[in-house]
Structure formats: C-alpha cells, structure tokens
C-alpha cells in the first residue's frame, strides 16, 4: 500500500480509555491488554463505530526498552504479533490497522548515553514484528526528539515500504519538551520519506496555530489528532470537532484524537471532517527559491546559492569552530568537512551544536552516509564534490540530503 485515500479520521485515545474501563495506572499497558483483551476489544470496536478508518494497535510502549519494565524484553515479536491481531479483530476489515512505535526516552550524547544505532536496532526489531504482523502502516507518535523519530523512520523503512506516519507533541510557542521546533521535524521527516507529519499529544488550539506553521513547508499531508484532556475535562466531542475546520485550513488531511478522546469525540470529528469542502482550499504556492534545511532543533532557510563560507574541517577544536562560524555566518550556514574515519566520532560529538543550516561534504561516499546517519538534521550538498550522482539520489531518499 503506496497511498491512503484522503482526508482520513485516525481513532482516539486507547490509555485512557482503558483507565476509563479499569486499567490501573503505572501498569504496563501491552501485559495489562493482553490479560483483558475483551476491554480493548470494546474500546476499538466503539472506535470502528464511530467512523474510525485507522486503529492504532496497542504496541506504544512494545519495543525492547518498554517491555523490558515488565519483564519481557525478550518477547517483542509475541507480543506486537498478539497486540495487532486483537486489532485487526476488532477491526474486522472495515478500517486500517497499524503498528504504533512511540518514544523510549533515550538520548544521545552528551545529553543520554545511548548510541544513535542503539536507537535503530531497538525500533528495527518491533517495526520487522509489526510488518510481520501484517499492519497496513506505522504510525510513529508522540516524539520530543529528532534522533528517536529519524531511527523509527529509518526502521520503518528498512523493513517494509508501508506507509510511516510520524507526529511529534509540542508546547504553544511549537517546541517539544527536549526543545526541537516542530517544523525543524517536519522538515527532516519529510525528507526521510514520511507519508504524513502531524501533532498528536497536544491541546487543541496549539494544535491549529502550529499546524498553520508547517503548511507553508509541508509537502506531505498534515496530521491533527489533539489531546482532548482526561475524559469529561475540559474538551466535549462538539468542541474538538468544531476545530476539525481550522485544522483542515491549515493542511490537515488525517483527524484523529489523543489523551481523553473517546469514540463520542471522533464520531463528532467524523461528521465535522465530512461537512468539509476541501477543494475550497486554495493551494499552497512554496517559493522554489526558499530551501527548508533544519538541524536538530531549528528551521532553516537557504537559497540555492547559500553562502557557506570557510569549510570547517573535523578537529578536536570542531565545537569551537561550529560556534564562531555561526556567529559570522552571512546567510545562516556552514559546510563541515567529513575526510575520514576518525572525523565521524568528532563530528558525532559536536553535531548537536549546529544550529545553522548544514552543507555536509565528503569525497568518500561511505563516510558521506555515515556522516548524514549521524546528523541529527536534514543537511544539503553544494554541488563541489565528484560523486555519482545516482548515490546523491539515494542518500535524498533515504535522509533527506538537499541536492543543490
């Protein structure tokens, strides 16, 4: 499955509809679904009542790291195998099943200890359980960081060619908790391959306002599936669904709900998303002039003929370098040169320091995808090295390189 028709109504919220029907809080929810299935068989039927196209199956929390809190660590294949078949038995062929992969809380250095490969092998291991489990798409939610998002889309894609859908959580001003803006991770999803970019985990308004943020830059369809509070809070169905226009106004095109959205809510989004005339909504006009790169927490914007000043090579002094270049820095970029092997494990240490957008040069392909693998951004190539052109090809596919 290449494409997904839309606009699409996604479910809502399963934890808090399953704390809703007795699940108590602190458990782990994939042991606790598999040891009452019948209760999440009652909230997802609801759902499909409700005029929902796509379930998420229960496996937010079912990688290596999250089962291994209740003791099954060693059980990632089982347990995404049974979480998505009471899924797909609830949903009965009527709607699309897909595997949900969400955070683990790992960081790279210097801010974690975990290795950006740590990352892909954990997320590789339940995306490979979850396409063996037949879902119709990933659903790649709630992220707060670039590396956790880019290894689970990396993932994603080596294992299958569905559909990955990613969003992101955020605060008004569009950060995440870690700090990464909200359109620096559109435009670094994008470019890795996403089929959809959204907010999910979010309030309701914020919701609009950042969606409004990304439209102008966004190439693929936007995803709205706001927090609606814990349920009978502060947010009824007739309130979320009286957003669903503004969201659709903005380049939503796949609706759902989060935290406290029950099956009333997203029959209220279905009815409101139905009375909607998408085709009223002019087209996004993008400037073929203005380029969006991003580092690991901020847009960027260059033009095609970007100064990128003095090419910065890897030393011990790479940290000090990335920061004067980017106090002098005429246009808001720098090119730092990757030359050999030992310049990865420096320009690994100190990535998180660019801020400017970044032209990544190597005349040695392998060290030129292994520097992109690291970078924690979406980075562009000026055009001054000799390689093929068919591995730049590649390497826009698979990480979003910009090819001047």
């Known amino acids: 499955m290449d494409t997904i028709p839309l606009p699409v109504v996604m479910d809502g919220a399963t934890g808090t509809e399953l704390m809703a029907r007795g699940m108590p809080q602190g458990v782990s929810t994939e042991q606790w679904v598999l040891d009452h299935p019948e209760v999440l068989l009652e909230v997802q039927r609801a759902y499909v009542r409700s005029g929902s196209q796509v379930l998420l199956a229960p496996t937010f929390g079912a990688n290596r790291v ?20 009471l899924t797909q038995q609830a949903a009965e062929g009527k ?44 659903v790649v939610e709630t992220m707060t960081t670039m590396a956790e998002a880019r290894a689970a889309v990396l993932a994603c894609r080596s294992v299958s060619d569905r559909p990955v859908w990613v969003s992101f959580t955020c605060d008004e001003e569009g950060r995440t908790p870690t700090g990464t803006d909200v359109l620096a991770a559109m435009i670094v999803m994008q470019g890795m391959g996403a089929a959809a970019f959204g907010l999910n985990c979010t309030d309701p308004a914020v919701t609009a306002q950042q969606l409004e943020r990304l439209t102008p830059y966004a190439a693929i369809p936007l995803i709205a599936k706001p927090n609606a509070g814990l349920p009978g809070a502060y947010c009824t169905p007739a309130e979320l669904a009286a957003q669903a226009p503004a969201y659709a106004r903005a380049g939503a095109r796949i609706f759902g709900g989060c935290c406290g959205a029950g099956p009333d809510h997203l029959a209220a989004v279905k009815a409101a998303v139905e009375g909607i005339d998408f085709s009223a909504f002019p087209p996004v006009e993008h400037d073929p002039d203005v380029i969006p790169c991003a580092s690991e927490k901020e847009a960027r914007f260059i033009t095609p003929d970007v100064d990128v000043g003095e090419t910065i ?11 004067m270049a980017e ?9 730092i040169a990757v030359l050999e092997e030992d310049d990865l494990d420096i320009f690994s240490e100190n990535q998180y320091a660019v801020k400017d957008a970044l032209c990544l040069f190597s005349d040695v392909p392998e060290l030129l995808e292994k520097a992109l693998r690291i970078y924690q951004g979406r980075a562009f190539w000026d055009g001054t090295g000799d390689l093929e052109e068919d591995f730049l090809r590649n390497m826009a596919d698979k990480y979003g390189l910009i090819l001047l």
């Open 327 to 335: 106090e002098v820095s005429p246009q808001g970029a720098l090119k």
């Open 313 to 323: 090579e890897c030393t011990p002094d790479l940290l000090e370098d990335i920061l």
């Open 95 to 138: 709607c699309l099943v897909a595997g949900d992969l969400a955070p683990m809380g790992l960081s790279l250095p210097p801010f974690g200890e975990s290795g950006f490969e740590e990352l892909v092998a954990v997320y590789t291991e339940q995306a490979a359980a979850l396409a063996a489990a037949g879902v119709d798409l990933f």
């Open 66 to 85: 999250g089962l291994s809190r209740c003791g099954a660590f060693h059980q990632v294949a089982d347990y995404n195998r049974r979480l998505v078949e």
